[in-house]
Structure formats: C-alpha cells, structure tokens
C-alpha cells in the first residue's frame, strides 16, 4: 500500500487530495499547523502531526514513519490580497518552510513531490486562456513565493533526481459532492463562500473589488475549478513522475465575472446577494483562465463538475449546513464596528438576517 505525506493535508485543496488517496487504499500522513486546516475535515485513519513544516525536527519525525512513495505539499500563506500588504511575511513563511520541506525529501530520500502553486504566477496576460509558457510575472509577493519554490524544485530534480509536478490551480471552489469536507477559512476572503454567506444573510452586503476593469461587465473574471477535480489532478500529475518532472496549469478554460458568480449563487440559494462597488484590490490581475490541455493530453485529466452552477452548488450545500464551518476553531474576534455578532464559543459570525438579504 502506497504512504504518502501531505503538508497542509487538514486545509481546503489538501483535505479534499486526502480523502482521495485514503479512498483509493492510500496511507496518509498529514503534517499541518492547523492555523487554516481542521482535524475534523480528516479521516480517523490519518495521522495528524500537528506541526508547522519550517520546523526540521518534525519534519524529520514525520519522515521516520516513511518511506514515501510521494510527497504533496499544500502548508502555505495563499491570499493575493493579503501578500500585498504583508509581503515580506509571505516570502518568509512560503519560501522558507517549503525550501525545508524540500530539503527534508532530499535528506530522507523522497523521489517524487507534487506542488500546489498557482495562478498567480501570471498577470497582466490579456484576456485569452493562459498556458504554461506565458510569460512569467507574478502578480504579487503569494505568486512570487510560489515561483521561487518551482525553481527550487528545478534545481532539486537537476541536482538530487526529486520529480516534482507544479499544479498551477486557477480558483479553486466548490465542496466534496458528497457534502462532508468544505471551505473554511478564517477570516474568509474568497468570493464564492463569502457570496453564499451574503446570501444566507450571515454577512453584510458584499463589496465587488472594482468595476473598471477591462473585462465584459467591468469585474474581474476567474476560471473556478471544483476542488474535487484539483483532487483529481494530482493523482493523474502523480504518475507523471515516474518518468519526469511536470508542469500543469489547472483551470477549466472557461472565466466568470465576480458578477456573473453573484448571479449565479442568487439563482441557486433563491435569495438575492445585496452588494456595493468598492475599489480594486491590489494584486488582482483583470483576467486569470487556464488553458489546461496540457494536462488533459499528457496525463489524462478529465474534470467532471466544471459548470459553475455545479461549483456553487456544492459550496452552497456544505455552506448552508455548516454554519460554523467545521466548529473547531475557539479564537474570539474583536467585535468591529457593525460586525456581527458572535457565538461567544465558537468565535464565528452567527446567522443574523441583515436588511437586503432577502
Ligand atoms: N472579490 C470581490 N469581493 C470579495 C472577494 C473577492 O470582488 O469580497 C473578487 C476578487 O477581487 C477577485 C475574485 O473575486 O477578482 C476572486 O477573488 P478570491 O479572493 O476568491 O480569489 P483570488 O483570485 O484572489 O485568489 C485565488 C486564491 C489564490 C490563487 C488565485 C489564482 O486565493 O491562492 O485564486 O487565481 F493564487
């Protein structure tokens, strides 16, 4: 039976890459601080190691309980918009904790890693789908951070034979189909669950990050690929790796307007999503899809639930029935100013109706 270590493993991409490989018969080793992931979004039969992969005698530990037939890396600061304020903190947490864990494989004889890098790593490209051999221009200090450990891979491959696959996911939505894992970031900066909530009434209207862009409707637009087929990718970017290392842009090849995704959660909650216009957020580039035929062709990745109606549908599902995420977390917020109220247990906004959230 195949072992596998997933960094990151109790957030939202990897939780949902784990469930996959323990239903396929896979033995898994999560390795995670838990500061965005949850035990709860974990099977029982994965060991958790609650740890931060900067910290080398952990992952040391961890690589004892080896050998790995491969390593999935997800631990990582992933906000656009909060990389922009916090720049040096990203560079920091995302470049040295994964050059660690990079070094850790090489140490403990690792030969094959899989990295969640992203879209990010582009910008300024048009409006046309955006393949592996668009230029390079990260749009911000996240995307800088991940292309600086897709070159550290390079390297790790040229010098010490560790394949790697760079999985350069577009925007990953939606919710395991079957309604057990989902998203839940604290805070929640991500459009679709942040829509959603609005709809449910548990948040103030939305502010829609600028309506000047140079797009159909004036807002931004995304390629929004269900977090299941992500799951999905890796495995088929996986057996790659028994022969060379690979690059994947992931994405459905198709782009919504934040706009376009307000409408859609309003025809599938029945509520309407009252929301302002607000200034553009810095870091965010105009157009952002994915041309991943090369995916499709090389390594036989065939995305199911790629309509967006059937993203937002999912997300809405776990969304609706989860209103405190997984419930795990116990960190109060400080009120704000017309914040919600809170459940003084849970620390999480509760489901007040707001005025215009019908
Ligand atoms: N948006 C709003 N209002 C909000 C939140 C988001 O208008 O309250 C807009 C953003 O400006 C952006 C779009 O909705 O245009 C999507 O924003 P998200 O925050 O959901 O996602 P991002 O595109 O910023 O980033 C996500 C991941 C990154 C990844 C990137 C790749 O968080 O890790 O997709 O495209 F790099």
Redesign the pocket.
């Known amino acids: 039976m195949a072992r596998y270590l997933v960094s990151g493993g109790a957030g939202y991409v990897g939780s949902h890459l784990v469930d996959l490989l323990v239903r396929q018969g896979g033995e898994v080793v999560v390795i995670d601080n838990l500061r965005q992931g949850h035990r709860a979004a974990l099977p029982h039969a994965v060991e958790l190691i609650e740890a931060d992969i900067a910290d080398t005698d952990a992952l040391d530990d961890a690589f004892e309980s080896g050998p790995f037939h491969a390593v999935f890396h997800f631990a990582a600061l ?4 909060e990389s922009m304020r916090q720049p040096l903190r990203y560079l920091r947490e995302n470049v040295g904790g994964g050059l660690t864990l990079i070094d850790a494989c090489i140490r403990h004889n690792v030969k094959r890693f899989v990295l969640s890098s ?3 790593l582009f910008s300024d490209t048009g409006t046309g789908p955006i393949a592996e051999h668009a230029t390079i221009a990260p749009g911000s200090p ?2 800088e951070s991940k292309l600086i450990i897709e070159r550290a891979l390079h390297w790790a491959d040229t010098c010490h034979g560790l394949r790697s696959a760079c999985l350069r ?4 939505a939606g919710s395991d189909p079957e309604g057990r894992l989902g998203e839940d970031h604290d805070p929640e ?4 669950p ?1 829509v959603i909530d609005t709809a449910l009434g548990r948040r103030p209207p ?5 309506d000047d862009y140079p797009t159909a409707d004036g ?2 637009v ?1 390629d929004y690929v269900h977090v299941s087929d992500l799951a999905h990718a890796h495995l088929c970017a996986l057996r790659q790796l028994d022969t060379r290392s690979v690059t994947y842009n992931l994405g459905t090849g198709e782009g919504f307007s ?1 706009l376009q995704v307000i409408k859609a959660v309003e025809q599938i909650s029945g509520r309407r999503v009252p929301y302002r216009i607000g200034a553009r ?1 810095p870091g ?1 580039p105009a157009t ?1 899809v994915a041309a991943s035929t090369l995916i499709r062709t090389e390594a036989n990745w065939h995305p199911k639930l790629t309509d967006l109606t059937t993203i937002v549908k999912t997300a809405h599902t776990w969304r609706a029935a989860h209103p405190l995420g997984y419930g795990d977390r116990g960190v109060l917020e400080e009120a704000r100013p017309g914040a919600l109220p809170l459940d003084p247990t849970k620390g999480r906004a509760l489901g007040t109706q707001y005025l215009g959230a019908s």
Do not use: K, P, Q
């Not at 992933?78 to 918009?81: E, K, M, Q, T």
């Not at 996911?169 to 990953?172: E, I, R, V």
């Not at 900066?189 to 679709?192: A, G, M, P, R």
């Not at 939305?206 to 600028?210: D, E, P, Q, R, S």
């Open positions: 992933s906000l656009v918009g992203t879209a990010n996240y995307g996911y577009f925007n990953a900066t991500h459009l679709i942040l939305l502010t829609v990050f600028g807002t931004c995304r934040v957020r965010d952002l």
